[in-house]
């Protein structure tokens, strides 16, 4: 039996579920127009992040790697030394190994962890995409990538949004994924508290993962006007992508 300390999220069997029912995350296993295209902007901005602010030689730990999806996605377009890919959901790891393209076997890895035991080997930067977020104890999380890691990017979903609030509990994924949305502010002082500072924060994108086709064609067209505005952009964009950076 398991101390309070280790024991694993609740939702992790939600997230095994879901490889053996799929063959992939929900967001990621099927052909949503909105999914394809919130997830592919985040991608877009979390790579222009890491182009802007590190060198190609970073060694990368992206944390919660899922299924792989996004680790690949990494490992492609922003082609660093080395990216490893730690995943709590043991089904995910498998299909992620399995999903390693014969070009990047030397530079792609997966491994079961979790984010409050996970350490650094030689990588200085890790990634934390949708993780937050899903955990019971985030706070001893940060603790944990603040004795490991020089720099983290965090991708969440943006807690000045109200309309995030309402679909956290009306959702049954949601619900059944325990997901939540954290107030900016806190989020950031959290990490503060541990030792970072932020170095760059982005609020964007107006399409949700599971919106229906055409009322997520409206949103993208108004989406760039929107991001735009600081306080439209706050109130009305998903995604609140940070930049720490642990002070020397």
């Known amino acids: 039996m398991t101390d309070d300390k280790h024991q694993t999220e609740r939702n992790i069997a939600a997230f095994n579920a879901d490889m053996a029912l799929h063959g992939g995350y929900v967001y990621t296993a099927f052909d949503r127009w909105s999914s394809r295209y919130a997830t592919g ?11 802007e602010n590190f060198p190609r030689s970073i060694k990368i730990v992206d944390i919660g790697c899922g299924d792989g999806t996004f680790t690949l996605e990494v490992a492609e377009r922003f082609r660093p030394c080395a990216v490893r890919g730690v995943e709590p959901a043991a089904n995910a790891v498998l299909a992620a190994r399995a999903r390693i393209p ?7 890895s997966y491994e079961t962890g979790d984010i409050y ?19 019971d104890r985030p706070q001893d999380a940060i603790m944990q990538l603040a004795g490991q890691f020089t720099s983290v990017i965090a991708l969440e979903p943006n807690g000045y949004n109200p309309g995030l609030k309402i679909i956290e509990r009306m959702s049954s994924y949601h619900r ?20 970072f500072s932020v170095v760059a924060q982005n609020f964007f994108c107006l399409v949700p993962y599971f919106c229906p086709t055409g009322a997520a064609k409206i949103l993208r067209s108004v989406e760039a006007a929107a991001e735009s505005l600081p306080l439209v952009r706050h109130l009305t964009c998903g995604t609140n992508l940070v930049l720490y950076r642990r002070l020397r």
């Not at 014969?102 to 792609?108: I, S, Y």
């Not at 035991?117 to 955990?135: D, K, P, Q």
């Not at 997901?179 to 989020?187: G, I, R």
Request: net charge neutral.
């Open 117 to 135: 035991s996970v350490e650094a080997r030689e990588e200085t930067l890790a990634i934390v995409r949708g993780v937050l977020h899903h955990l």
């Open 176 to 195: 059944q994924h325990d997901e939540k949305s954290y107030w900016p502010p806190t989020l950031n002082r959290w990490f503060e508290r541990a030792g």
């Open 102 to 108: 014969r070009g990047l076997f030397c530079t792609v």
């Open 41 to 51: 902007r985040q991608t877009d901005e979390l790579i222009r992040m890491l182009s």
